[in-house]
């Protein structure tokens, strides 16, 4: 059977193959696309800057192409031929400059990189560089796209000597002179005429206390260190400032201003006080009237122009919103949303995951996605869960709630949890005296508890609303009620259970391997619970089980290759969906207790990470599956004007209604309809007419049917009204 599936805009076919593992082809069904691993926001990182623009690195996910861009006032930015590894940049006008090695790598804005020996100590200009030799003749060397070429700007004698040169800009060079044919001990030298320097007002005392600068020449002026602290010197022979004894590195016409660890510090070029702003400013560039650096705290990404280090800020380069495709590490779904958790560059390499999420819709054989959201920028871990309700746990311990609000789960510190409506199983582990314990607890988000999940000692383990599917050590798999507290045995005892899955009427174990590290023939059992019938089947590299809709999501190593395919319960049909990341861990240094989701079925949606670190969706042929109540609701038993209802199903309502009885009577009802898994709705407590209705104890009932035209069923299967009851007390 072939089905036509469109996503996102683009026409899909998924071809349902019989058989028993559904063929060998590991290609993805054709047509399948990407939707979660389209591209990623991109971060800036200034590298350098001059009065002709800017030099940045525009990049993101580890591994993905990073780029140096330039870009100049009121002008696009263009890529350079720049390798990343060759940064931070000096930039004086349009040229850039690296010195790594004895050797000078230069280059003309955007044109080819060259090299040249690198002379020692050189002075960076708009066409080159300076340098004093070894005979204390100053050498200039002019960096064009043919090569270098050196010519001897000032040369010294038997009574003039060259014993300091200060920087240079556009129209000439800083230097310091001795000897008696020296006309100016500090002199701006001209390149068209060196005869005839302009005499610098150096500060009072020897000249030898004036010692060399820790940055170019800038703004018509000199910033050396004295004795008697930073002075700025004007180029055009006007009197020195003092400034406060700070490690000034770069100046505007205005300010001049210090970057370090220890925050972002100016001050005018007249003197005064200093201004501060708190962060951390590695690299800083001036454009001689405005200075630039990365963001300061509580700054959004992007490079910033100031005029003061305590003044109003200009994003000046925001970053692109996308850039390339990012590197995805896990995946999940719930009716209306899938989320992701990205690998993304980050400087902090114990918190190296993004997680992100696209609103989701389906048809009939559809599935569309919406804009890349983020959830949240720091995540340890990449294991993640969804639930039909719409909540999200991440990071072991966080969780986004129905609100889309984020807040921290009271639980042990655990890893990749499993959800169920209002419920969730969380795996912890933790090492005391020399030993390692392991286990799962149950957090409650009605009542706020954790607790332990089953007795001990603890194996797989999976929830589905009001029932938790757990496997023993004996290799029995027992299904028990949280209602009633009874249990029954699907399996006996045998084999040890490696995994489990429970959905609906449906429920699957694998048996496990010797070690958690190898590989073996297993068995993969799935088993009606209403019938007792049963199918097996031989797998090998099964570690994972996913049941959702009337689909069993499940990996596999037949050869080397690690492959994900689905498995129609009812029929056994198996459908070949793609290959997966080779390893089960991703080859992630994480701790975990369990691996990343790499693939998840919500009701006829597949989602997976291949190979390459894609994410992906598709839709899987129809089902059907009705809709459970999955228990647990969130219901105050009283109120006095507004009463509130969180009850999860387990899949989308598109026709829904709470109806509110009073005895027999109903006396309101109430819309419910979603696409989130989760029954909302708020009752102020009046009737269909706006009547304010008297205290006493009131009913409400809940229906719906599914896509499908499928009525609601109680949490136990059966198509029985979904009820409780709610006192108003005013």
Not at 19 to 48: C, E, M, N, Q
Not at 671 to 700: E, F
Request: one cysteine or more; a neutral charge.
């Amino acid at each position: 059977m072939r089905r036509n599936v469109r996503i996102a805009g683009l026409a899909i076919a998924v071809g349902l193959v019989s058989g028993l593992w559904g063929g060998t082809s590991y290609a993805d069904p054709p047509g399948t696309v990407s939707v979660t691993a389209l591209s990623v926001p991109s971060r800036v990182t200034l590298l350098g800057g001059s009065e002709a623009g800017l030099v940045y690195r525009l990049d993101t996910a580890i591994g993905g192409p990073a780029r140096v861009v330039l870009k100049a006032p009121g002008a696009d930015p263009v890529l350079t031929p720049w390798p990343t590894n060759l940064v931070p940049f000096t930039m004086a006008g349009r040229m850039l400059f690296v010195e790594r090695g004895g050797t000078i790598w230069y280059s003309t804005w955007d044109g080819p990189v060259h090299t040249c020996p690198s002379p020692g100590s050189p002075v960076y200009l708009p066409t080159g560089w300076a340098y004093r030799d070894g005979n204390g003749d100053v050498q200039i060397v002019t960096a064009t796209e043919s090569g270098c070429t050196t010519r001897t700007f000032l040369a010294s004698g038997a009574d003039f000597f060259v014993q300091t040169l200060f920087g240079g800009d556009a129209g000439g060079l800083v230097i310091r002179t001795l000897g008696t044919a020296a006309t100016t001990p500090l002199g701006y030298y001209p390149y068209d005429d060196p005869a005839h320097p302009v005499a610098l007002n150096a500060p009072e005392g020897p000249l030898g206390t004036l010692f060399s600068a820790r940055m170019p020449v800038q703004a018509g002026a000199l910033l050396a260190g004295a004795l008697d602290g930073p002075v700025r010197i004007p180029l055009d022979g006007s009197p020195p400032t003092f400034l406060p004894d700070e490690r000034w590195n770069l100046m505007t016409a205005t300010h001049v201003v210090a970057a370090d660890f220890m925050g972002l510090r100016s001050v005018p070029v007249t003197g005064g006080a200093v201004s501060t702003r708190a962060g951390f400013f590695d690299v800083i560039a001036s454009d001689g009237t405005r200075f630039f650096t990365n963001p300061a705290p509580g700054e959004a990404p992007g490079i910033y122009a100031r005029t003061t280090a305590d003044g109003p800020a200009t994003l000046a380069v925001p970053p692109p919103p996308t850039m390339h495709p990012s590197q995805e590490f896990a995946i999940a779904l719930s009716p209306d949303g899938v989320y992701y958790a990205d690998l993304v560059h980050d400087d902090n390499l114990s918190t190296p995951y993004a997680l992100r999420t696209r609103t989701m819709t389906t048809g009939p054989g559809t599935v569309a996605v919406g804009p890349d959201q983020p959830v949240a920028d720091v995540v340890a871990r990449a294991g993640l869960s969804a639930s039909s309700g719409g909540r999200l746990v991440f990071d072991g311990t966080r969780h986004r709630d129905l609100a889309a609000r984020v807040v921290t789960v009271p639980t042990e510190p655990s890893y990749q949890p499993e959800m169920s409506g209002n419920r969730w199983l969380v795996p912890w582990a933790y090492w005391r005296n020399d030993r390692s314990f392991t286990g799962h607890g149950m957090y409650d988000a009605r009542t706020g508890r954790f607790t332990a999940a089953s007795a001990w000692p603890q194996g797989p383990q999976d929830l589905f609303g009001n029932y938790l599917l757990h496997a023993a050590p004996d290799g029995r798999v027992r299904l028990r009620n949280l209602v009633t507290g009874t249990e029954t045995v699907p399996r006996g005892p045998g084999a040890r259970i490696g995994a489990v899955a429970l959905h609906s009427r449906w429920a699957a174990w694998v048996t496990a391997c010797p070690t958690d590290a190898a590989l073996c023939p297993q068995t993969l059992t799935v088993r009606d619970l209403s019938t007792g019938s049963t199918r097996n089947l031989s797998t090998r590299g099964t570690r994972q089980l996913d049941l959702s809709g009337g689909y069993l999501g499940f990996e596999t190593v037949l050869t080397t290759t690690r492959a994900l395919r689905v498995m129609h319960v009812s029929s056994g049909t198996v459908l070949v969906i793609g290959t997966l990341l080779p390893h089960y861990r991703n080859g992630v240094a994480d701790l975990d207790a369990q691996p990343p989701r790499h693939y998840d079925v919500e009701d006829e949606v597949v989602a997976w990470v291949d190979a390459n670190r894609i994410g992906k969706l598709a839709h899987l042929p129809r089902t059907l599956d009705p809709p459970r109540y999955l228990g647990n609701a969130i219901a105050p038993a009283a109120f006095s004007s507004t009463w509130s209802l969180a009850l999860p199903v387990s899949k989308a309502l598109p026709s829904c209604t709470v109806t509110m009885l009073r005895g027999t009577t109903a006396v309101r009802s109430i819309g419910c309809a979603h696409t989130s898994g989760m029954v909302r709705v708020t009752w102020d407590g009046r009737s269909s007419t706006g009547a304010l209705l008297p205290a006493g104890t009131y009913t409400y009932r809940v229906s719906g049917r599914d896509n499908d035209g499928y009525w609601l069923r109680n949490y136990d299967g059966t198509l029985r009204a979904v009820t409780g009851t709610v006192t108003k007390t005013s």
